[in-house]
């Protein structure tokens, strides 16, 4: 691959490849837009639980530890009984707010296009 070439554009580790592979769980950024926008910031285990239908209780917690060592949340758990678990979006976390409101505003204002795609492209939803 030739220094400036087209290839070395997109090659494995450029900044849209690594943006696409964040975000290519549906969770990750439903998780970032919920956590943002419904929950001020932060929020318990249970409460995002309770805000993100169809996710279970497994999927949370395994991209709640990815977006951890991600540092996009930062975990705190408080001295009760039982503990509570909060996530909180770090200023990392912050960051990526932008590109995901972008995206979902898209959406909302194009669901017909969203409507109009084929049976099958549609049936993970």
């Known amino acids: ?3 400036g070439s087209p290839e070395e554009a997109w090659r494995e580790d450029c900044a849209p490849r690594r943006t696409l592979d964040l975000f290519s769980t549906k969770w990750l950024s439903m998780i970032l837009h919920t956590l943002h926008v419904r929950h ?10 309770r805000s993100l239908p169809d996710i279970s ?3 949370l917690t395994q991209t709640l530890r990815d977006m951890e060592e ?5 975990r ?5 009984i039982p503990p509570a678990v909060e996530y909180e979006l770090t200023p990392l976390g912050l960051r990526f ?4 409101e972008l995206l979902y505003d898209w959406a909302r204002r194009n669901a017909d296009a969203l409507d109009a795609l084929p049976r099958g492209a549609r049936s993970r939803w």
């Open 97 to 100: 707010i932008e590109p995901i």
């Open 76 to 80: 705190h758990v408080h001295g009760t």
């Open 70 to 74: 991600r540092q996009l949340v930062t």
């Open 57 to 59: 209780k497994k999927m």
């Open 40 to 49: 001020g910031g932060k929020a318990r285990t249970g409460v995002l639980l």
């Open 1 to 3: 691959m030739k220094a």
